[in-house]
């Protein structure tokens, strides 16, 4: 059984931060972790991912120089640094996995795994 527990969301005004944490337990091997969101009305979209090493990382044009995904040495928890918040950026933020395979996509149907959610609210 595989379970994912993300935490750090809450209610931030535009320009704050923002570090979003997320543990993995259970049966995983060499895995590429990453982050989706989904707004209200909208569809699920990718916001960044990072490969098992740690030493690739992929992001979506909308946060890149924003946000900053890392790995912490325990390599099953995953960390989202999230900077120069905008309104744009409120959704539900989900960490999710992709199991036995290393390497970064930006495909959530590639991802087998995924946490319950943390909300970030961004106010203008």
């Known amino acids: 059984q595989v379970h994912l527990a993300e935490s750090g969301g809450g209610l931030v005004q535009a320009g704050d931060s923002l570090r979003l944490f997320c543990v993995a337990s259970?049966?995983?091997?060499?895995?590429?972790m990453g982050w989706f969101r989904q707004a209200p009305g909208k569809e699920r979209e990718f916001v960044c991912a990072?490969?098992?090493?740690?030493?690739?990382?992929l992001y979506a044009d909308s946060v890149k120089g924003r946000f900053t995904i890392s790995r912490g040495d325990a390599r099953n928890t995953v960390f989202l640094q999230m900077n120069s918040l905008k309104p744009e950026d409120t959704a539900v933020y989900y960490c999710?996995?992709?199991?036995?395979?290393?390497?970064?996509?930006?495909?959530?149907?590639?991802?087998?795994?995924w946490g319950q959610g943390t909300q970030v609210t961004v106010s203008s």
């Open positions: 999710a996995i992709r199991n036995s395979n290393p390497f970064t996509t930006a495909t959530t149907a590639s991802y087998n795994y």
């Open positions: 259970g049966r995983l091997f060499d895995y590429a």
């Open positions: 990072i490969s098992w090493s740690g030493g690739s990382t």
